[in-house]
């Protein structure tokens, strides 16, 4: 790859960083201007959103498109792409726990919103893809698992469709949920609500661009030479998400 292209690369990966940081950068606003800011007692139910946030959306979108647009080795794109995710696994079950930890502390219940139904089933599709496709896809040794790789490879890109989809409906459900619970809606239109909404916007939005960059063929990595030779297609697919 010449110069020219690798710097275009960067540039745009450099570009998509800044829209990637905004639903974090705005949901920590959020929880320390407004709900008290983190810490292991009163409040430890914001550590939720925030590394919900930082693991669904930073983590999982930056795993994908890095993959896509990093103009470098498919093997160096490959463990980057597994450690964006791995990182976003334990913040994700960090997550978890301190919610569950914070309701089983209040004597609240668990587990009857939407928003809890599909946070739960996404974080748990997200850590077990992680899990299987660390194991299948990494090139601890390359000739390994072939056939289940090809088999899997499908559902593999499918599932990770489905949970760009399910982590920012995820989110979106909860900032929603949060922001009733704090009876915002007797306010009116105050600061608070533009953060909330400013937050939600961010992130249709960057799923908006990074739908758009996952199905440009544009950036679909290129196959090497010998496995064009049993491709039938001549080309990589659409990146694993996930692993």
Request: glycine share 8%; aromatic share 12%.
């Amino acid at each position: 790859m010449d110069t020219s292209t690798m710097t275009n690369k960067l540039t745009w990966f450099a570009l998509y960083e800044v829209l990637v940081v905004l639903p974090p950068a705005l949901m920590l606003t959020w929880v320390y201007k407004y709900l008290g800011g983190l810490d292991l007692s009163d409040n430890l139910d914001n550590w939720h959103p925030v590394c919900m946030v930082l693991g669904m959306i930073f983590c999982l979108f930056n795993g994908a498109v890095s993959f896509r647009v990093l103009p470098f080795e498919k093997s160096t794109k490959k463990k980057i792409h597994a450690g964006f995710n791995i990182v976003g696994s334990i913040l994700v079950t960090l997550g978890l726990a301190a919610e569950f930890v914070f309701h089983q502390r209040h004597g609240y219940e668990h587990l009857f919103s939407l928003h809890s139904w599909m946070g739960l089933l996404t974080a748990i599709c997200y850590v077990l893809q992680m899990i299987l496709s660390v194991a299948l896809f990494q090139d601890f040794d390359p000739t390994a698992h072939l056939p289940l790789r090809r088999r899997y490879k499908p559902l593999h890109m499918a599932l990770g469709g489905l949970l760009l989809l399910g982590a920012s409906l995820s989110v979106l459900t909860g900032i929603t949920e949060q922001a009733f619970y704090s009876k915002l809606q007797f306010e009116g239109l105050t600061s608070h609500w533009v953060v909330v909404n400013a937050t939600g916007l961010a992130v249709c939005l960057l799923l908006g661009v990074t739908t758009s960059i996952l199905s440009r063929r544009t950036y679909s990595p290129r196959a090497p030479p010998q496995a064009l030779q049993t491709s039938p297609r001549g080309t990589w697919s659409v990146p694993p998400v996930g692993g």
